[in-house]
């Protein structure tokens, strides 16, 4: 806790005793002037004037946010007053009394300048639980909300124009991988919605169960990425979980994967909440295969993913066990290829928690895949000057360990031996077609080789590259 949530919970503990009450006046009579405020806060500048008249008169609360300490007694004392007078008018607002919301967006643009990464309302005081007006109206509001991408004024730029062409029609028909392939690119041109932001956080500490039905019909990925912005990884995640909307579990947990202040490891609880949206994910077939394309195409987009994915591949159905194996780009990768070291993190995770009949149905998923594959064996074009790894490494190591007995790995050992040795005995459409072959050999023999070392010990897999015999000449003669 930092000191200004220190300094915030001291304030409204302090605003709960009967006191002085201190409304902003300047920001009253500044709303109450618009006709139409919800269209001056679409404005980005008449809502920022809005949010300056607000700061000149309180100008401490701006101080306290970067320094975590109030210049003077007299500040404190005011501040308190100030939360006492929105206690106040919380607990009487009546969509009666304020039809246009002058009365609740001048309420909402104090809290939000008070509230810093969602302290505020965290330790506010109960009170407004039983203010089924308030609780409705922002349910409304969160319910109804809707974005409209616009291109910009005197700029025309195509490859915006087609992205966001591409985006909006994903949107509508809510395909979730075109989704997640334009988003990065328009993320930074949806403005954060502050009143949309304050009634999130206020559902969610109040009326949490007003706030699953208020995200229910949503549509729009903007519209429920703001939700998942609105609140921290851990609260997102406990939406994820309450919400069947698609596109609010994939914004939630989308956000707290890619958002970059979120930079942090996850704690014990997020991944909890985390391996339970994957499990509940799994139940639909559709939808896993579309979250595996989407977050395991490349594992090492999302390495935040991998404790929790393991986790949840233990529990899951087998036909999502299958998906996930089938989800992972294969490539020809040098042994520090961040993708294999994702999925051996995923993979450590559920080899600890799977039973042995999970864990062998993936394994022998993963074995099958990277035997067909041979290290890309079909594409002529695919070229190996030196021993490389794949993103199912793990796996098949643990095929080789928990699938295979011993005469079974030496059989294998021996025929790649063998292979090796006879390489001199075929033709090949050029020296480089050779030393391919030669190492997509060495290739195949590094899990099985890796295998018989460390059974019975924990095999993360290392760098130790093996030998298949103790000899130079293969070696002098493909120059390895």
Not at 25 to 36: D, E, P, Q
Not at 88 to 97: G, Q, V
Not at 231 to 237: D, G, R
Not at 251 to 256: G, K, L, P
Request: glycine share 2%.
């Amino acid at each position: 806790m930092n000191n200004y949530d220190k300094l915030l919970m001291s304030i409204l503990s302090n605003a709960q005793k009967p006191g002085r009450v201190m409304a902003p006046i300047a920001l009253l009579k500044a709303v109450r002037r618009k006709k139409y405020p919800f269209r001056a806060l679409n404005d980005i500048d008449k809502g920022n004037a809005l949010f300056k008249t607000f700061e000149d008169e309180f100008a401490f609360i701006k101080y306290a946010k970067v320094a975590g300490r109030l210049r003077s007694d007299q500040d404190y004392e005011n501040w308190v007053a100030l939360i006492r007078w929105i206690i106040a008018e919380l607990k009487k607002w009546r969509i009666t009394n304020d039809r246009k919301f002058h009365m609740l967006i001048t309420i909402l643009i104090v809290t939000h300048s008070c509230d810093l990464n969602g302290a505020f309302w965290i330790t506010f005081p109960d009170v407004l639980g039983d203010n089924l007006n308030l609780i409705k109206a922002l349910h409304k509001v969160i319910a109804n909300s809707r974005v409209e991408f616009l291109s910009r004024k005197n700029v025309v730029q195509v490859w915006e124009t087609e992205a966001l062409s591409r985006f909006k029609l994903a949107d509508a028909k809510g395909d979730l991988v075109k989704i997640a392939e334009n988003w990065r690119i328009l993320d930074h041109a949806a403005l954060p919605n502050f009143f949309q932001t304050q009634a999130v956080r206020i559902l969610y500490r109040f009326a949490f169960k007003h706030l699953v039905l208020a995200v229910k019909r949503l549509r729009q990925v903007a519209v429920t990425t703001q939700v998942a912005h609105a609140l921290s990884a851990e609260q997102s995640m406990v939406l994820a979980n309450a919400s069947d909307n698609p596109y609010v579990n994939f914004s939630c947990i989308f956000t707290m994967l890619t958002e970059r202040s979120r930079r942090i490891e996850l704690s014990h609880r997020e991944q909890e909440l985390m391996t339970e949206l994957l499990v509940k994910i799994s139940k639909d077939s559709a939808k896993w295969k579309e979250w595996m394309r989407i977050f395991n195409h490349y594992p090492m987009r999302y390495p935040d993913l991998q404790v929790a994915l393991g986790n949840a591949l233990a529990v899951v159905p087998i036909t999502a066990v299958e998906a996930y194996v089938s989800s992972i780009v294969l490539t020809v990768s040098p042994d520090d290829d961040p993708n294999m070291a994702c999925v051996a993190v995923c993979l450590s995770s559920f080899r600890k928690a799977a039973a042995p009949k999970q864990r062998h149905k993936l394994w022998v998923f993963a074995y099958r895949r990277w035997s067909e594959w041979q290290f890309d064996i079909k594409n002529d074009e695919t070229l190996l000057f030196k021993i490389s790894c794949t993103a199912l490494d793990y796996a098949v190591v643990g095929y080789a360990i928990e699938c295979m007995d011993n005469t079974g790995r030496d059989q294998i050992l021996t025929e790649i031996r063998e292979s090796l040795s006879s390489l001199d005995k075929r033709w090949y459409l050029s020296i480089s077609s050779c030393i391919t072959e030669y190492n997509r050999l060495l290739s195949m023999f590094q899990p099985y080789a890796y295998a018989k070392s460390v059974i019975g010990k924990d095999w993360l897999i290392g760098t130790t590259i093996y030998q298949p015999f103790n000899e130079t000449y293969l070696s002098m003669m493909f120059s390895i």
